[in-house]
Each structure stands twice: as structure tokens, then as C-alpha cells.
């Protein structure tokens, strides 16, 4: 589910740079993370979701954290902007970008805590 948060994310990480490029979990990495239940939109709708976001330029989707890494290293992009709850954890791909931007939350919306209301 996109909330404002995640509106704001991208157009602040948009204003960065020439375009946005985001990447997307596939259903079976979501599975695999989160659990059977997960996830809760599909990717199809996600990627419709995200499309509708003017701030974006191009979305890709990534089966493996290799791949999220392949993906990454082929892009080489200048900043990679990540939401600051990964803030001292590892960044998958950061040594193939020049500058990794955290980006804090606005709000507390997640599709974890909305499930387990």
C-alpha cells in the first residue's frame, strides 16, 4: 500500500537526479521474507501502483537479493536514496553507487503493522 510517506520518498529521491528508478520485490522474494501469507498486493498491482507515481521513471523487479545486486551493479547509479530503517544494517549494492541518501519515514504506515492490526 502507497501512503504519503512513500510519495514523499519519491519525490524527494526524484529531485536528486535526471530520473527515478525504483526496484520492487517479486511476489516469490516477499513470500520468502515475510511469509506464506505475503504478500498482500501482488506484484502486478504493486508495479500498476507505482506507475501511477509521476515522480517515477522506471520500475524493476528482482526475484533474489543477487539479483537486487546484479541489478544495482548494471545500473551503477549515482545516489541510491533507502528509507532510514535501514540505517545501520547492510545496504544490498552500495559499493556500486557513488552515495546512499536515508530517507526518514514520515508517519508510521507499514503493510506489516496494517496486517497485524
Known sequence: MIHRGHVELFKYAQSLGDELLVGIDSD???KK???KDRPFNKLEDRVEVLKSIKYINKIYNFDTTKGLETLI???SPD???IG???KD???IGEKYT???IFFDRVGDHST???LNL
Open 28 to 30: 516469490n522474494k516477499v
Open 33 to 35: 521474507d515475510k511469509g
Open 73 to 75: 551493479k548494471e545500473i
Open 79 to 81: 545516489i541510491m536514496v
Open 84 to 86: 532510514s530503517d535501514w
Open 89 to 91: 544494517k547492510t545496504i
Open 98 to 100: 557513488k552515495e546512499v
Open 112 to 114: 506489516t503493522k496494517i
